[in-house]
Each structure stands twice: as C-alpha cells, then as structure tokens.
C-alpha cells in the first residue's frame, strides 16, 4: 500500500491549503483514512478521520477550520485547512487503517507551515 501525501506548503495566517492523500489501492478498502500532523519537538497527534461511511471526526483545535473528504473514483482523502493559524505548522501525514488486521499504512508527510 503506497500513500503519496501532496498539498503542504508556505501560507500566511488566516489562509487555506488543501492537502491530498492518493492510496495505490482502492480506500474502501480502509475502514478508516485519516490525517495526522507532527510539529518540531512534539508527539504525532491525530487531526481528523473519516470512516467508509463519511462519518468524521476532528481534534477540538481544528474543528470548524478543516474538513476531511473522500472522492473514492480517485482513492483520494483531502484536508481542506483554512483559517490557518501558526500552531498548524507541523509535518502533516496521511494514514490508512484496516482495523480488524489492526494494520495501519502510513504515507510521507507533507510540510505545511503557516506564517504570523
């Protein structure tokens, strides 16, 4: 399984991003994709996932700013990230997880790094 994370970059607070997660295989395939991020000197921390079923599920600091989605004709889950602020800075990274294998597939991340 192959995750090719795309979309970080430099923007200004109060600006938007959209990050892109392409899997090599079919993300129905997953019971759950999402998106976690890695700020320099801190644990990796979940930011928002999304089920087979579209339910998602988002970090208390992010909700209401992002907003995870599918388009399963493409195998691709996005972030959409506006309202950027500069505690958002950190390596961002797409994951796929099988639960009952308790598999979990990681892609490279994807630096987003907002300005003050």
């Known amino acids: 399984v192959q995750l090719q994370a795309s979309g970080g970059g430099l923007v200004q607070a109060g600006g938007s991003l959209r990050l892109s997660c392409a899997a090599s295989?079919?993300?129905?395939?997953?019971?759950?994709m999402g998106w976690y991020r890695q700020a320099p000197g801190k644990q990796r921390e979940p930011v928002a996932t999304?089920?087979?079923?579209?339910?998602?599920h988002y970090v208390d600091s992010v909700r209401g700013r992002f907003t995870i989605s599918r388009d399963n004709a493409k195998d691709t889950v996005y972030l959409q990230m506006n309202n950027l602020k500069p505690e958002d800075t950190a390596v961002y990274y797409c994951?796929?997880?099988?639960?009952?294998?308790?598999?979990?597939?990681w892609g490279q991340g994807t630096l987003v790094t907002v300005s003050s």
């Open positions: 994951k796929a997880r099988r639960v009952l294998r308790n598999l979990d597939y």
């Open positions: 295989e079919s993300i129905n395939s997953f019971d759950i």
């Open positions: 999304i089920t087979t079923g579209g339910r998602s």
